[in-house]
């Protein structure tokens, strides 16, 4: 009898942990290894910088060239942290589709002695990692050029490191309430992940604040944790300027971190369910092998 | 005796018509079957251009700005198309074994592409037009059309230019591998910074305007914001005359182009044997 019949099942898993650090390394390759580290530098700054660059032309025409002003300011922060956002959604239902869909590999990480979700998580680690490259190059960028008065000793680190880890953590779940929809979807869900990331751009706060927004969808805003979140990045990274945006004025930052960490609570226990629930339905129609060639 | 059936194979013009409305057909038809579109294509981009609209409204711009943003709302429906459902599709085919039967098949990969652009165009206008009366709907949109004939001129010429380049641009991606879903993202955002999808191009010097002018929706809905919203003419990068002969230059070129570019390419997939391979 060979050892790998007398091994038990149980033994040859892998932690949560290996499952996870392979999965990002997986994803890290699949992201990055198709060019040279130079073109994809260049791809890694191009889009996130025309991006913030529409919001930019848009002030101008309206506002002019006031680039120091608390409005723009806050705008071009709000706008440069979403980028998470959009890279948290898509990194996971993009890790679904590339491995249903392009590589064909999901049925077999499905029969593999893994846990589904954590490679899932993993796979979008690549992508928010390529998304925090861009959102440095984009403040980089407002530093630099726009002359925006970010001042790095006055950032507040801890309030910015607390905020950052839990919004990380609670995009992810939210990533992957999202994305885990993309497993019983056939057609146009290329789409979802960059579609639904845009569309919370309404809700987040991000751009504009909630207020002019009319009061139901001001409701959905703050069922969702981005608002919070992008008011923490946005105290932290410029108090002043942060504290004078229109969101959350009576609340404190303690407050605030309370409030997310609670999003994260809640957001995990949906995540988990959710992802649950479409993995099971997936499993009943077939859809974890389907090729779509949609 | 033998039962002699007798075949009819269609040629020349016949069979490049049938070619076209073949490869056109589940474009118009997949639209019918398959209302998901509804909320990918239609929902979610409307999600978008109402965070547009708002971020002007926050920075109180004057109302014509949101009927900017409506308008190019529904004309980023077309650029989409052209980028994922026009130059990436036969990287696709070849991801999907089809490239490999369209050259082998004896019609011609121009009418492939034609009819991949008609249907395209005929999907995406039905995209674009419940954008454009849902927006228009919505945020109160008016507009004063001073010339009818003059925004349908430039209207088609813009979708005949933008198409052409489509299919050109089908061509050069095949050559790429994996370099072709990137290249397409890659030139999502910057054209639609550049070509002035939110905001008059005239917002940019001469020289940046003219260069993004390369792309015929820069043109194109430049002439078409002078023609509905007169009271934003000044903000109008050229005078509308100059832009329909501009666009219909860009018309024959790109549509000369993607000819070139197309039978070359078929050339080296005949002479090589490998473009049509599929590479994971």
Known sequence: ?294 | MALQTKVTRNSGARLFLQSVIGRAYPRVIGTQRDLSWLFFDIFLPFLTMVGYVYIYRALKAPEEYIGFVVLGSAMTAYWINILWSMSSQLYWEKETGNLALYVMSPTSLMAILFGMASGGLFSTTIRALVILVVGNLLFQVSYTITSFWALFLVFVLTMVALYGMGMMLSSLFLLFNREAWHSANLLQAPVMLFSGFYFPVSAFNFWVAAAASIVPLTLGMDAIRQLVFPSTALLGFLSVKLELIILAILSVLFLAAAFLTLRRMERLAIKHGKITDRLD
Request: hydrophobic content about 55%; glycine content about 8%; some cysteine.
């Open chain 1, 1 to 294: 009898m060979s050892s790998a019949e007398t091994t038990p099942n149980s033994e040859a898993k892998p932690g949560s942990l290996l499952t996870f650090r392979t999965s990002a390394w997986l994803g890290w390759m699949i992201e990055s290894n198709w060019t040279d580290p130079f073109i994809f530098a260049i791809y890694s700054i191009i889009r996130p910088i025309s991006t913030a660059a529409i919001l930019i032309v848009m002030y101008l025409v309206i506002r002019g060239g006031d680039f120091g002003s608390a409005d723009f300011v806050n705008l071009y922060i709000g706008n440069a942290f979403f980028i998470l956002v959009g890279a948290a959604i898509q990194g996971v239902s993009f890790g679904i589709l590339d491995d249903r869909e392009h590589y064909r590999t999901l049925k077999y990480i499905y029969i593999a002695p893994l846990q589904v979700p954590v490679y899932l998580i993993g796979r979008s680690v690549a992508s928010i990692l390529v998304a925090c490259f861009s959102v440095l190059i984009t403040l980089g960028f407002g530093i630099i050029f726009l002359k925006m008065p970010i001042a790095l000793a006055e950032v507040k680190w801890g309030l910015f490191a607390a905020a950052f880890v839990l919004g990380m953590a609670v995009m992810i779940c939210l990533g992957l309430m999202l994305g885990s929809w993309t497993l019983i979807i056939k057609n146009n869900a290329w789409s979802l992940g960059e579609s639904l990331g845009a569309g919370l751009l309404i809700f987040s706060g991000a751009v504009f604040p909630l207020s002019v927004l009319p009061v139901p969808l001001q409701w959905v805003g703050s069922a969702l944790p981005i608002s919070y979140w992008l008011t923490l990045i946005r105290r932290a990274l410029v108090p002043e300027i942060g504290r004078a945006y229109p969101m959350y004025t009576n609340l404190s930052d303690l407050q605030l971190i309370l409030i997310l960490l609670g999003f994260t609570l809640v957001y995990a226990i949906l995540a988990a369910l959710i992802y649950k629930r479409f993995d099971y339905i997936a499993r009943e129609r077939g859809n974890i092998d389907m090729v779509s060639n949609y």
